[in-house]
C-alpha cells in the first residue's frame, strides 16, 4: 500500500498521457477508487490540467479532493469555476473546510465564495472567521448533531438520521438545554446500544470536558490525544455550545505545531507552507535573523579570545583544543535543551519541576564530563602526543583541557536545561531557547574557564 | 479548562488528606466524575495509597484509569491485586491496551496475566506479541465490528447492538467474506442514514485503503492522518482481515516518532521514558555516545589548527574569529538540516529532489551568506576596529574573514541538506544525520578555507 509514492509520477504520466488523448472515460475509472488525498497529490503534476480532470470527477469526491489541494491550486480553479460549478463545490464542503479555504484566499475570492455560499454557511462563516487565529473557535466546526434531554432514544435516531448527512460527525452527539448550553454528551455507540425508550437525559454523559472558543489550539488538540477523544465540544463564555473540534484537525494542529518546535529549535523562524514550495526570498527571510544574531553575539568570544591573546601567544597549542571544546559544550547543552523542551511541550515537566531538572542535569552532566575527560585524556597523551609526536601536548595542557571539559559539559547541561523553563516561566516560547541560544552563552563561559585552568594550571 | 495542571498538585493533596482521614466516600464522589487520564496523573502523587484509590473506583473507570498510568504503577497495582481483582481489571480492557500492557511487563506478571485471562483472549494476545515493534500487527486491536455482504441494514445494526459493546469502535464497520478476506467497509453514519432493508453489499465502500501487519506503525498512523480516517484495516499477506489500528493509538505513535526524531537530532538515543521518569544513569548511556564521538572527531579540527599554527601565530587576531566562523556554519547547517529531515518526515521531499533542494539551498545560502558577511565586514570595522581600537583588524583581515562566511554558509547549508537525503537513500535514519554531526565537518571545512583566504589575502 506504501509503495505509492513511487508510482505517483508514473501515474501523473498515465493521466497526463488519457488527458492528452482525451480518453475522459478511462481516466475517470482511473481516478475514482482512488483516495481524495492522493488524487489532490496527483494534481501537484497536472498543472493547468487540474480543472478539466476535476470536472470529471463525481461532486462529492470532487469537493473533497478541492479540500485536500494546496491553498494556490484551490486558487486556480475557484477562478476557472463557473458561478454554478462553485456552488456546487461550496455546498459539498464541510464548514471547517470552507473556513479554511476562505483564510488563505485573496480578498476577491473570498468576495465570491461568500456570495455563492446560502445565508446561514455565510453567517457561520463570518463568526468563525472572527475568532483569533490558533484559538479553538478558529478549528471548529458548528456542523455537529444536537440532541435535547427530554428525547427518547427512537427521537435521537431519527433525528440524526434526518440531520446526519450535514453534520462533519455523528460520532459523538450533545446534548443543550433550552439556551443552549451544553448539559452532556453521548456516543453514537451508547445509542445504538440503549433501548428505543430509553430517555437521553438517563443516558447521557454528564461529565465532560469542554474547551473555550480562545483556549489555544494546540491545547486543544492536545486535550484531544491525552483523552482518546474524537472530538471535544467548544463552548462560549457563558457556557454555550457552539462548535466542536474534531481529531482529525487535532491531529493537523498537532503536526503544524510540532514543525513550528523544530524550526524554531533550529532557529528558524516558523512558517506554514511545505519546505519545497516556500520560495528563496521567503526562506532567506525565515533563516537570516538568527543566523545575524547569533553571529553577532559571537563577539563576545572574539573579545574574550583577543584579551588572552598572550596566553594563546606562550601556549599556542590550546587554540587547537578550542573547537572541541565550544563542540562538545554546543552538543551538551543541545541535549539537554532538547530534551527540557519536548517535556515541556508535551507537559511532562512545568515551571516548579526546575530544581528536580537542575538536580537531574547536574549528576547527568557530572556522569557525562568525566567520562569524556578520561577518553580525552587518554586520546590526547596516546594520538597527539604519542601517535602524532606534538610535544606541545604535555599532561600538563591535557589536564587543563580535560578539566574545562568537565565543567563546560556541566555549564552546558544546566544552562541548556534551566534556560527553556525559564523562558517558558516568564512567557516566552521555550523553544526558542534551544541549542543555538545556548551554544553561544556556553561558548563564552566555557572558554572564560579554561583561559583560567591554563593561568593557573601552566602558569601563563 | 486547562487550570488543571496548576490544580493538580492541591487536589492531590486534598486526596491524601481525605485518604488519611478515611473518608472514603467524599473521596469517591471527587473522583468519579474526573476522565481517567487526569485520575491517572494523580496516582503520581499519591504513591502506596493508589491501590487504595483505585478500589473505590467503580470498575470500568478504574480499568480505565489503569490503562493511563505508568507501567511501574500498573506493576505495582497487579502485585497489589488478588486473583479476582485482577481478572476483573482484565476482563474490561480492550485487547490491544491489555497487549500493551504485556509488553512492558516482567516475565512473572505476564504469566500472571495470561493466566487470568479468559482462553480466547490469551490466544488473541498471544498472536499479537508475535509481531514486530513498531510493526501495524504491534498496534492493532482484533476487537472490530465484522459483517456480512449479505445482511441487510437491519440484521447488520441488531449484529452491532449484541457483539458493540465489546468492540473498541463502532464507528466503522468491516465487511469480510466467508474466507475472512476483506471486501468492504462502512462508517456507522452510512448505516444509521440508509433504509432498514438496504444490503450491507450495495452500500459499503469497496474502495478502501488497507495495510498489512508488517507494515511500519509510523506510516500507518501517517495515512490515517492523511485520509482523516477513525481506523485504518489491517490484513495479513492473504488479505485477510486480523485487525484495525485505531485513530487515538495512531495519535500516540506520531507523538513517539516525533519526540524520537527530535532526540536523534539532538544527538541524544531515543529513549521511551518521560524525561523526569528517566534515571539519571540512563539519560547517561542515551547521551554519551554521541557527544564522544563528536568530541573524537574534533581530532580533525585540532590536526587542522596545529598545522596552521605558525599562520595564526603570524596573525594572531585570526583565532578570535574562529568561533564566531564555526558557530555560523554550525548554525546554517542545522538550519538546512532541520528543514529538510523535518520536510522527509512529513512526506514532502523524496531523495528524487536532491538537485532541487541543492538548488534551492544553493540560492538560499548565497543571500544569507552575503547578507551576513555585508553586516560583518560593517561590523568588524565599526566595533573592532575604530570602537575596542583593535589594530589588528584591518580591512584585509576583514575581507578574509567575511569571504570564508561566505564560504562557510554556503557549504554548511549545501552539506545540511544533502546528507540527511543521502542518509535515507542508502536506508540511514535521516535524523542521525542532523546538526552535530554537520557542524563536526562543516567546522573541518570552514576552518580549511580560512586559511587558505588567509594566505592568498594576506600573504601568510
Same mark, same amino acid.
Given at each position: 500500500?506504501?509503495? %505509492?509514492?513511487?508510482?505517483?509520477?508514473?501515474?501523473?504520466?498515465?493521466?497526463? &498521457?488519457?488527458?492528452?488523448?482525451?480518453?475522459?472515460? %478511462?481516466?475517470?475509472?482511473?481516478?475514482?477508487?482512488?483516495?481524495?488525498?492522493?488524487?489532490?497529490?496527483?494534481?501537484?503534476?497536472?498543472?493547468?490540467?487540474?480543472?478539466?480532470?476535476?470536472?470529471?470527477?463525481?461532486?462529492?469526491?470532487?469537493?473533497?479532493?478541492?479540500?485536500?489541494? &494546496?491553498?494556490?491550486?484551490?486558487?486556480?480553479?475557484?477562478?476557472?469555476?463557473?458561478?454554478?460549478?462553485?456552488?456546487?463545490?461550496?455546498?459539498?464542503? #464541510?464548514?471547517?473546510?470552507?473556513?479554511?479555504?476562505?483564510?488563505?484566499?485573496?480578498? $476577491?475570492?473570498?468576495?465570491?465564495?461568500?456570495?455563492?455560499?446560502?445565508?446561514?454557511?455565510?453567517?457561520?462563516?463570518?463568526?468563525?472567521?472572527?475568532?483569533?487565529?490558533?484559538?479553538?473557535?478558529?478549528?471548529?466546526?458548528?456542523?455537529?448533531?444536537?440532541?435535547?434531554?427530554?428525547?427518547?432514544?427512537?427521537?435521537?435516531?431519527?433525528?440524526?438520521?434526518?440531520?446526519?448527512?450535514?453534520?462533519?460527525?455523528?460520532?459523538?452527539?450533545?446534548?443543550?438545554?433550552?439556551?443552549?448550553?451544553?448539559?452532556?454528551?453521548?456516543?453514537?455507540?451508547?445509542?445504538?446500544?440503549?433501548?428505543? &425508550?430509553?430517555?437521553?437525559?438517563?443516558?447521557?454523559?454528564? $461529565?465532560?470536558?469542554?474547551?473555550?472558543?480562545?483556549?489555544? %489550539?494546540?491545547?486543544?488538540?492536545?486535550?484531544?490525544?491525552?483523552?482518546?477523544?474524537?472530538?471535544?465540544?467548544?463552548? &462560549?463564555?457563558?457556557?454555550?455550545?457552539?462548535?466542536?473540534?474534531?481529531?482529525?484537525?487535532?491531529?493537523?494542529?498537532? %503536526?503544524?505545531?510540532?514543525?513550528?518546535?523544530?524550526?524554531?529549535?533550529?532557529?528558524?523562524?516558523?512558517?506554514?507552507?511545505?519546505?519545497?514550495?516556500?520560495? /528563496?526570498?521567503?526562506?532567506?527571510?525565515?533563516?537570516?535573523?538568527?543566523?545575524?544574531?547569533?553571529?553577532?553575539?559571537?563577539?563576545?568570544?572574539?573579545?574574550?579570545?583577543?584579551?588572552?591573546?598572550?596566553?594563546?601567544?606562550?601556549?599556542?597549542?590550546?587554540?587547537?583544543?578550542?573547537?572541541?571544546?565550544?563542540?562538545?559544550?554546543?552538543?551538551?547543552?543541545?541535549?539537554?535543551?532538547?530534551?527540557?523542551?519536548?517535556?515541556?511541550?508535551?507537559?511532562?515537566?512545568?515551571?516548579?519541576?526546575?530544581?528536580?531538572?537542575?538536580?537531574?542535569?547536574?549528576?547527568?552532566?557530572?556522569?557525562?564530563?568525566?567520562?569524556?575527560?578520561?577518553?580525552?585524556?587518554?586520546?590526547?597523551?596516546?594520538?597527539?602526543?604519542?601517535?602524532?609526536? $606534538?610535544?606541545?601536548?604535555?599532561?600538563?595542557?591535557?589536564?587543563?583541557?580535560?578539566?574545562?571539559?568537565?565543567?563546560?559539559?556541566?555549564?552546558?547541561?544546566?544552562?541548556?536545561?534551566?534556560?527553556?523553563?525559564?523562558?517558558?516561566?516568564?512567557?516566552?516560547?521555550?523553544?526558542?531557547?534551544?541549542?543555538?541560544?545556548?551554544?553561544?552563552? /556556553?561558548?563564552?563561559?566555557?572558554?572564560?574557564? #579554561?583561559?583560567?585552568?591554563?593561568?593557573?594550571?601552566?602558569?601563563?
Amino acid at each position: 500500500m506504501f509503495e %505509492q509514492e513511487k508510482d505517483r509520477a508514473e501515474l501523473a504520466e498515465t493521466i497526463e &498521457d488519457l488527458v492528452a488523448r482525451k480518453r475522459y472515460p %478511462q481516466l475517470r475509472d482511473l481516478l475514482l477508487p482512488m483516495e481524495a488525498a492522493d488524487i489532490a497529490q496527483l494534481c501537484g503534476y497536472l498543472d493547468e490540467k487540474v480543472s478539466l480532470v476535476f470536472r470529471l470527477l463525481p461532486k462529492e469526491l470532487a469537493a473533497e479532493v478541492f479540500v485536500e489541494l &494546496d491553498s494556490e491550486e484551490q486558487e486556480l480553479l475557484i477562478q476557472s469555476f463557473s458561478n454554478t460549478e462553485l456552488k456546487e463545490v461550496l455546498d459539498e464542503l #464541510y464548514l471547517d473546510d470552507t473556513v479554511d479555504i476562505v483564510e488563505e484566499m485573496p480578498a $476577491n475570492v473570498v468576495k465570491r465564495i461568500l456570495s455563492h455560499s446560502d445565508p446561514e454557511t455565510r453567517k457561520s462563516i463570518n463568526e468563525i472567521l472572527k475568532y483569533p487565529e490558533d484559538s479553538a473557535g478558529s478549528i471548529m466546526t458548528t456542523e455537529f448533531v444536537d440532541l435535547k434531554e427530554t428525547m427518547t432514544v427512537e427521537d435521537a435516531l431519527k433525528h440524526i438520521r434526518r440531520t446526519g448527512p450535514d453534520k462533519e460527525t455523528i460520532n459523538i452527539c450533545y446534548i443543550t438545554d433550552k439556551n443552549r448550553h451544553l448539559i452532556g454528551l453521548l456516543s453514537i455507540r451508547t445509542l445504538l446500544l440503549a433501548e428505543e &425508550d430509553d430517555v437521553i437525559g438517563d443516558i447521557m454523559e454528564r $461529565n465532560f470536558i469542554a474547551v473555550q472558543t480562545l483556549d489555544d %489550539q494546540e491545547a486543544v488538540a492536545r486535550s484531544l490525544s491525552k483523552y482518546d477523544f474524537l472530538a471535544l465540544p467548544v463552548v &462560549d463564555t457563558e457556557a454555550r455550545l457552539v462548535g466542536i473540534v474534531t481529531v482529525d484537525d487535532a491531529i493537523d494542529v498537532l %503536526q503544524e505545531e510540532v514543525t513550528e518546535d523544530i524550526e524554531k529549535m533550529a532557529a528558524i523562524l516558523p512558517g506554514d507552507r511545505p519546505y519545497l514550495k516556500t520560495g /528563496v526570498f521567503e526562506t532567506w527571510k525565515a533563516r537570516t535573523p538568527w543566523l545575524m544574531l547569533l553571529m553577532l553575539s559571537a563577539t563576545f568570544t572574539g573579545i574574550i579570545l583577543t584579551y588572552f591573546e598572550s596566553s594563546l601567544m606562550a601556549c599556542a597549542i590550546l587554540t587547537s583544543f578550542i573547537p572541541m571544546l565550544s563542540g562538545t559544550g554546543g552538543n551538551s547543552g543541545t541535549q539537554a535543551s532538547t530534551a527540557v523542551i519536548r517535556a515541556l511541550s508535551l507537559g511532562e515537566v512545568q515551571f516548579r519541576d526546575l530544581f528536580r531538572v537542575m538536580w537531574k542535569e547536574l549528576r547527568v552532566s557530572l556522569c557525562c564530563g568525566l567520562c569524556l575527560a578520561v577518553v580525552n585524556f587518554g586520546k590526547m597523551l596516546l594520538v597527539d602526543c604519542w601517535l602524532l609526536h $606534538n610535544p606541545a601536548v604535555t599532561p600538563q595542557v591535557a589536564l587543563v583541557v580535560c578539566a574545562t571539559l568537565v565543567c563546560t559539559v556541566l555549564c552546558a547541561k544546566v544552562v541548556g536545561s534551566t534556560l527553556p523553563l525559564l523562558a517558558k516561566r516568564i512567557g516566552f516560547d521555550p523553544a526558542v531557547m534551544a541549542s543555538p541560544f545556548i551554544t553561544t552563552i /556556553v561558548d563564552a563561559i566555557s572558554l572564560l574557564i #579554561y583561559f583560567r585552568f591554563a593561568v593557573v594550571l601552566l602558569g601563563i
